[in-house]
């Protein structure tokens, strides 16, 4: 979209670089904590949007300390959690190297935004405290890794290879039916969570092929093709007279300068007589 691309170009510089690093370093931070002590993330910095109301306001950044782990915190949880440090800091720092620093700054922190709605909405149209930790924001990191790399597998309970595609199709099952079965509430809290993604796609999308005028010349260009003789070629040249049936290697050009749209191969493009008026006869400069 050239809004995006006008975006990138204006404040691209500002875009911060390696950004999951710094995340997987709040992670850190948050599995150490809730090793020590699990009631301390929840008590002074989750995302409790009626303490945020009354000042508290470092909450709509401390509860991205919430790690991807399990949710009882015992200390196996360790080993789990550390995997998971690796595996999220590989993918947003995979997804940054093909998108670049900009696109991925832009798709994290709509993410975040939407976590952030999610909560206030809850609490204003629902009456319901919500308490969204980081969980939307992971999956949506890897919904966007599986839509950019759907064949990498990964593995299931460290034994069972697993193609990143099918394990975003179960995850997103899993949602969906959450999100038909559920609530109003929750479908308002999946639907803003996770609208990064839809937003990012569509914001990233080359729509120009899709334009009246685009599709206008492919579809002159496939009729050329279809009502082309049997045995004549679409290329020739006006001085020697090979086609492209003369060598794969061989490229034509229209030259701008002479009359009647004439064209040559590479080799007579810049060495012949321009034509002009009536002049019909193309006489070679060798």
Known sequence: MRFFHKLEYKYGKYAIHNLMYYIVILYAIGLVMNLLNPMVYWQFFSLDIEKILHGQIWRLVTFLVYPPTLATWAFMDLFFGILALFMYHSLGLT??????????????????????????????????????????????????????????????????????????????????????????????????????????????????????????????FKTKIKVLPKGKSMHKCVVCGRTEADGTDLEFRYCSKCAGGLEYCMDHLYTHQHVTGDVVQIQDKK
């Open 95 to 220: 997804l940054e190297r093909v998108w670049g620093a900009f696109r991925f700054n832009m798709f994290f922190f709509m993410g975040v935004i939407g976590q952030i709605l999610a909560a206030f909405v809850g609490y204003v149209v629902f009456h319901e405290a919500y308490f969204i930790t980081t969980g939307f924001l992971n999956f949506s990191i890897f919904l966007a890794f599986a839509i950019c790399f759907p064949d990498v597998q990964f593995l299931l309970f460290m034994v069972i290879p697993v193609k990143a595609k099918w394990l975003a199709v179960a995850e997103s099952a899993v949602y969906a039916y959450s999100f038909f079965r559920g609530s109003a509430s929750t479908r308002c809290e999946i639907a803003l969570s996770l609208i990064n993604v839809l937003l990012f796609v569509a914001m990233t999308r080359n729509y120009q092929k899709y334009s009246p005028r685009e599709m206008k010349r492919k579809h002159d």
